[in-house]
Antibody
Framework: QVQLVQSGAEVKKPGASVKVSCKAS????????MHWVRQAPGQGLEWMGW????????NYAQKFQGRVTMTRDTSISTAYMELSRLRSDDTAVYYC??????????????????WGQGTLVTVSS | EIVLTQSPGTLSLSPGERATLSCRAS???????LAWYQQKPGQAPRLLIY???SRATGIPDRFSGSGSGTDFTLTISRLEPEDFAVYYC??????????FGQGTKLEIK
């Protein structure tokens, strides 16, 4: 079945970097954009950016530009999200999500499905 | 950036009742790029509705979506115990990117 499996929880000190992985299975990894979304404790969902696994092209939310790097390894169907210069307010669950969609004769549609199980990143001194 | 405002913040209802959740955009969004997700504690979000009104695969028909322009609605016709969760709307715009609403918590009354 279509599935995204993320790496395990991380604890980092302020100023450090973290790299989270997301391994895809059950579909053609290079066929669908991969997005990263985070959720601070008790808060809502925040979109961080996407990577095109085919070309490696990326698009980051303005808030994270300069601190986030999204990469992929097509040989193992895995996407990565690295966040640098971590602060305490980066403590959150980080999700990867595959973008799906289609175009009819009149409109195009897209959505996020499936999602990874989430990776808790804790930033604490 | 388009801001999505969901209301109410918390909705307290009983099983069997009808739930109506609202998502209002700060400017017009394409309904084909409006989706709804359900999230239960400790779980990843799950896709419910895409294109404002199309149910995702496996989603019960008690869930329905409607709306256009700046006003969208998720309706759950008869609440089941497993429907109590947090619900998020999400939109995409080519020039504005992807944004989520802040969520509506649906709790048991």
């Amino acid at each position: 079945q279509v599935q995204l499996v993320q790496s395990g929880a991380e604890v980092k000190k302020p100023g450090a970097s973290v790299k989270v992985s997301c391994k895809a299975s059950g579909y053609t990894f290079t066929g669908y954009y991969m997005h990263w979304v985070r959720q601070a404790p008790g808060q809502g969902l925040e979109w961080m950016g996407w990577i095109n696994p085919n070309s490696g092209g990326t698009n980051y939310a303005q808030k994270f530009q300069g601190r986030v790097t999204m990469t992929r390894d097509t040989s193992i169907s895995t996407a990565y999200m690295e966040l640098s210069r971590l602060r305490s307010d980066d403590t959150a669950v980080y999700y990867c999500a595959s973008e799906r969609g289609y175009c009819s004769s009149t409109s195009c549609f897209n959505w996020f499905d499936p999602w990874g199980q989430g990776t808790l990143v804790t930033v604490s001194s | 950036e388009i801001v999505l405002t969901q209301s109410p913040g918390t909705l307290s209802l009983s099983p069997g009742e009808r739930a109506t959740l609202s998502c209002r955009a700060s400017q017009s969004v394409s309904s084909s790029y409006l989706a709804w997700y359900q999230q239960k504690p400790g779980q990843a979000p799950r896709l419910l509705i895409y294109g404002a009104s199309s149910r995702a695969t496996g989603i019960p028909d008690r869930f329905s979506g409607s709306g256009s322009g700046t006003d969208f609605t998720l309706t759950i016709s008869r609440l089941e115990p497993e429907d109590f969760a947090v619900y998020y709307c999400q939109q995409y715009g080519s020039s504005t990117g992807y944004t989520f609403g802040q969520g509506t918590k649906l709790e048991i009354k």
